[in-house]
């Protein structure tokens, strides 16, 4: 199972994805976390996400938090899993959550994470 999850900024993508780790046992890439890695480090988003589907855990199904974020990514992503001989997306879930509560849950995340 090859799952990617949509959504903006406080949808909820972290969380559900967490439940999908737990239901699935599969892992699950968040690349908010991976990104502010890659700026850290000097590395490009795309190398940090092939490389971390590429690992041993992964072979058998992932979940991805918030990539690919355009077409030009998506387009790289189907190029990557057809290099690594994995099959494409399984499933696309996109979380919709209505602009006042995102604005919520992002101010309560700041508070709470210091972003």
């Known amino acids: 199972m090859r799952i ?3 959504g903006a900024p406080g949808s909820g993508k972290g969380t ?3 439940k999908l780790v737990a239901r699935f046992g599969i892992p699950k890439v ?4 991976a990104l502010r890695a890659a700026v850290n480090e000097g590395t490009a988003l795309i190398g940090i996400v ?3 589907l590429q690992q041993p855990d992964a072979r058998k ?3 991805l938090d918030g990539f690919p974020r355009n077409t030009a990514q998506a387009e790289t992503l189907d190029g990557m899993l057809q290099r690594m001989g994995s099959g494409g997306i399984t499933h696309a879930l996109h979380l919709h959550v209505n602009d006042e509560e995102i604005v919520s849950r ?3 995340r ?3 994470e210091g972003r």
């Open 4 to 6: 990617v999850l949509l």
């Open 16 to 18: 559900q994805g967490e």
């Open 30 to 33: 968040s690349t908010g976390d």
């Open 50 to 52: 092939d490389e971390r």
């Open 61 to 63: 199904g992932f979940i």
């Open 106 to 108: 992002l101010l309560e």
């Open 110 to 112: 700041a508070k709470i």
